[in-house]
């Protein structure tokens, strides 16, 4: 792809959680190129961030970054402007509700006048309530797979609201914040559910640094000790963290740059990731990612 062909991708802020692809360096991995043609959307990176935390498996094999930014970067440019979302939701589409939330929280595909954490969370806590809904046709049964994605979108929303607010990293806080609770809570009937994503992971770290910063018994006390999910999910993390460590050269493209890691070799033969045909390794081929 010659530079008159593609252009600059923008820096990915960690907003909703720490860098996905394995690069230990915070600033050569965020730069990337695209297509020329590739639709352009305010606060896409924040749309990004937000749904590879809440939907993502944290095992799902790794896609390199420039392959998501264009695919959510087409799939919101497709057919998907706000004013049909709602109509879906109104129509009693569950996973309209969730694109109304992620779009609303982030300022990506609305009019970045309309960006509220205080109305996404109200939507998104709608439909873990029905009961509550604005939509006349609500109460209406998600799917487990909708309903999964939203408590997973929902904890990562009531974190970050609790990150705003003057309580955060108070021992008041950690006592009685609303938000801090509901993010245990639905990241934990996420996982629960079978979604193991990144947000519950950040949350039960958060939660540790907190008791340990205050002097607080955290797994072992009823407010969060309760959540066993989530830090049966977090205890598998760190093992497979430890593992993928323990051989990290082993399982990590050798392209510079590249950051892509598995936890089997023949992972590393179905990558198919971003990188130039100049510098692409022998090994990788389109299968798979590609």
Not at 194 to 206: K, N, P, Q, S, V
Request: with cysteine.
């Amino acid at each position: 792809m010659s530079p008159r062909e593609r252009r600059q991708g923008p820096f990915i802020p960690h907003t909703f959680g720490r860098c996905k692809c394995g690069c230990p360096d915070s600033e050569k991995h965020n730069a990337y190129w695209v297509p020329a043609d590739t639709p352009y959307h305010e606060n896409l990176e924040q749309y990004l961030a937000l749904k590879e935390e809440a939907f993502r498996d944290v095992y799902a094999r790794p896609v390199p970054l420039v392959k998501t930014h264009i695919t959510y970067a087409k799939y919101l440019d497709r057919d998907m402007c706000i004013g049909a979302v709602y109509d879906r939701a109104e129509d009693g589409d569950a996973e309209a509700l969730v694109e109304i939330a992620v779009r609303l929280a982030t300022g990506c595909g609305i009019n970045v006048d309309h960006q509220s954490l205080e109305s996404a969370i109200e939507h998104i806590d709608h439909l873990i309530s029905p009961e509550k809904s604005p939509f006349d046709t609500f109460p209406m049964a998600p799917s487990e797979d909708v309903l999964r994605r939203a408590l997973s979108v929902s904890a990562s929303l009531h974190s970050w609201r609790y990150h705003c607010s003057k309580r955060a990293g108070t021992l008041h806080g950690f006592r009685i914040d609303a938000d801090l609770y509901r993010a245990a809570a639905h990241a934990n009937a996420a996982v629960d559910r079978g979604l193991r994503c990144m947000g519950a992971i950040r949350i039960a770290e958060d939660l540790l640094c907190l008791g340990k910063l205050h002097r607080q018994p955290v797994r072992g006390a009823d407010r969060f000790g309760k959540f066993q999910a989530m830090w049966a999910a977090y205890d598998e993390y760190l093992r497979v963290q430890e593992k993928r460590a323990g051989a990290s050269r082993r399982y990590m493209c050798a392209a510079e740059h590249c950051g892509v890691r598995a936890m089997k070799r023949s992972h590393l033969k179905q990558c198919a990731g971003g990188c130039s045909p100049e510098s692409k390794p022998i090994y990788c081929s389109k299968e798979g990612l590609g």
